[in-house]
């Protein structure tokens, strides 16, 4: 099990800040309909079209344990009603330069013993393990250094995979636009981040209630239907 499984409370802080923050701008279908048959280790199907560009926000905050600043740098992907797809981040201490993990979010349902692989833009493919499932989504942290935070730097698409419960590759891509200026830059403000929260949450209600009346009309065509051609 890794650390992650220490701090799962800032984590998942940190999940609700980029569904508040990235969510609202774009609620996106995006996330990898295809699927690949093969075993794991097989080249990923690239999705059809390229995933827009990266949502990403830095979170920060101290430590209980250290009292040292820990931040973290995340995108979320989301259906189109809002439901979780996956998220990719990259956990930097601003005091330890040296210090990274990057953790990968993906949705319930996959298969956790073969773990997970992520690739960016034509790289090689590296592999982690799952480590801890919120009732959001499991998540794999792996231990990184200075060069693989490059690779996101320099990069254009991550592609995250997993095994689904049916035994296939789901692939799941992410934008890496804006990663940098991201890393870089200051972290979101914390009333800014609260006020995005209630946004979304109030997004996410109307559009359930969109597909409520929505199923309720087809319902109720349906059951018109039948009568109309028993007489």
């Known amino acids: 099990m890794t650390s992650m499984t220490k701090k799962p409370a800032f984590w998942t802080k940190a999940m609700a800040g980029a569904v508040a923050a990235a969510a609202l701008i774009a609620i996106s279908p995006v996330p990898a309909a295809a699927q ?9 199907a690239a ?33 189109q009603d809002g439901s979780f797809l996956a998220s990719a981040g990259v956990r930097l201490y601003p005091d330890d330069g040296e210090k990274f993990a990057v953790i990968f979010g993906f ?11 992520y690739q960016i833009d034509q790289g090689e493919q590296k592999s982690g393990q799952f480590g801890i499932c919120l009732p959001t989504g499991c998540f794999a942290e792996i231990p990184a250094d200075k060069a ?21 590759t789901v692939p799941f891509r992410l934008s890496l636009i804006g990663f940098t200026k991201t890393f870089d830059g200051p972290p979101i403000d914390p009333k800014v981040l609260a006020e995005n929260q209630k946004k979304l949450q109030a997004e996410i209600q109307r559009r359930a209630e969109e597909r409520r009346k929505k199923l309720q009309e087809q319902q109720g065509s349906g059951g018109a239907a039948p009568a109309a051609g028993s007489q």
Request: with cysteine; glycine share 12%; proline share 11%.
């Open 36 to 44: 690949d048959n093969n075993a794991a280790g097989a080249k990923p």
């Open 47 to 79: 999705p059809s079209a390229p995933p827009p560009p990266g949502n990403w926000i830095k979170v920060c905050e101290k430590e209980a344990a250290s009292g040292k600043e820990v931040c973290v740098v995340t995108q979320e992907i989301h259906g």
């Open 107 to 117: 949705p319930l349902g996959m298969l956790l013993q073969p773990g997970i692989r």
């Open 148 to 168: 693989t935070v490059e690779q996101f730097k320099k990069g254009t698409d991550l592609v995250l995979l997993a095994i689904s419960g049916r035994g296939q």
